[in-house]
């Protein structure tokens, strides 16, 4: 079991970058952002490891900024997971009231019912979501116990991953001398941190967009009701920077940080930039307005990938709230007016939120994860009854965090 200690530890896992989120759970049951280790990811492709020994120094070396910015060790973390590998859908279970009085026995059953499903062999479940109860005839219940009924129903949303992905993360985090408390689907842990309540409760798809892959998570009522992981991402764009302009990966991403745009209809037509060449060439100098030809049409084709998912959820004409974007990619100057023209939906950059402490050094949209992973940590020990559950780890609690944990919870996922 997690230690009842008041920190928690974040490890996002991405294909460009290893983020460390360190904090702490104030008396008051808040939460204070204590530390932050970032570092290049190596070892990783599209969000699984293909290479161990590297993805291991990366981690530690993350672990170890962290540590020294918040002069806490670091010993377990919340592990976030995403890639191409990933698998959902939605189960009911059903099963009969005894006592003719909703008990939490009851409840636990149901939700057994709802993950007894059959899966790929190569598969095992990360997450069971609970998304409404139904006693009887009567839908849209978040707590049922205590109520009186004969039959008990429940919606839930079954997460799986491939096992070697899955075993290949943990033996990373473990030789890097962590333990993982619990691995946690990237797009739930962002849309922990980004969302407001209203959006939860009015419908909304949160898209991560990171380097190696863009992830999808549409939440309608409160309850996750469609993840996606799609294997496409910022080093796709940073890709065709490198082949159209010539130039080296590492010079093509930098320009893609520093000058590139997603939409060439907003820059000005005179802004020039200089892009170094290959084989001892001498730099060339390129207008910024062929940086985002080469760069839309790549944004074009991932948001229509994004689109076809969200359409796929059944969700896209009943989300009021729009779409909410995170991770490092979508900080591209253009990319929320592109998005918006693709989508056909109102969209906005998301940043996490509801913290404390070191805000200003996680104050980004690629952050939203790393955040968020923290924040699923300060679960109630009642939650991993009620459906958080996760393979990989072992679960756990923090009684000085239960209120404010069950408030956010109990508005993301009803």
Same mark, same amino acid.
């Given at each position: ?80 997971? !995403? ?20 008990s939490e026995n009851d ?11 059959? &899966?790929?062999?190569d598969h095992q479940i990360?997450?069971? &979501? ?48 962590? !333990? ?21 409760? &009015? ?60 939409? !060439? ?150």
């Amino acid at each position: 079991m997690m230690k009842r200690s008041a920190v928690l530890v974040g490890l996002d896992i991405g294909t460009s970058k290893i983020c460390v989120i360190v904090a702490e759970v104030a008396e008051d049951g808040s939460l204070e952002i204590v530390g932050l280790g970032k570092h290049p990811s190596k070892g990783l492709n599209r969000g699984a490891v293909v290479n161990i020994d590297q993805t291991v120094e990366s981690i530690r070396s993350a672990v170890e900024e962290a540590e020294f910015i918040s002069g806490v060790p670091i010993r377990s973390a919340f592990v976030g997971v !995403a890639g191409g590998h990933i698998r959902s859908f939605n189960s009911n279970g059903i099963v009969a009231i005894k006592n003719k009085v909703v008990s939490e026995n009851d409840v636990d059953r149901v939700i057994e019912q709802g993950r007894a499903v059959t &899966l790929a062999a190569d598969h095992q479940i990360l997450h069971v &979501l609970p998304q409404e109860y139904i006693v009887d005839d009567q839908e849209g219940i978040t707590e049922p116990v205590g109520m009186a009924g004969v039959r008990l129903e429940c919606k839930v949303h079954v997460v799986t991953g491939a096992i070697p992905a899955i075993q290949n993360i943990i033996r990373s985090v473990e030789r890097a001398g962590l !333990a993982v408390e619990k691995l946690v689907l990237q797009p739930l842990a962002s849309s922990i941190a980004a969302l407001t309540d209203d959006e939860r409760d &009015l419908g909304v798809a949160v898209v991560d967009i990171g380097s190696g892959t863009s992830d999808v998570a549409v939440i309608s009522n409160g309850a996750l009701k469609y993840s996606a992981v799609i294997p496409v991402g910022g080093n796709h764009v940073t890709r065709d920077i490198a082949i159209g302009l010539r130039t080296p990966d590492h010079q093509a991403e930098r320009i893609k940080q520093e000058f590139g745009c997603a939409l !060439a209809s907003i820059l000005d037509h005179d802004e020039e930039i200089e892009v170094p060449s290959v084989g001892g060439r001498p730099p060339r100098v390129l207008s910024r307005q062929m940086l985002a030809e080469i760069i839309e049409p790549r944004m074009e084709e991932m948001l229509t990938l994004i689109r076809r998912e969200i359409q796929k959820s059944g969700y896209e004409d009943i989300l009021p709230a729009g779409v909410v974007l995170t991770g490092g990619a979508c900080i591209m100057p253009g990319t929320e007016e592109l998005s918006e023209r693709i989508l056909q939906l109102p969209v906005r950059q998301g940043a996490p939120g509801g913290i404390g402490g070191l805000v200003d050094m996680v104050n980004g949209p690629m952050y939203s994860t790393g955040v968020g992973l923290v924040m699923f940590g300060m679960q109630d020990e009642g939650r991993s009854r009620t459906g958080w559950l996760v393979s990989g780890g072992r679960g756990g609690s923090l009684r000085s965090a239960k209120d404010t944990i069950r408030t956010i919870f109990s508005s993301i996922f009803r």
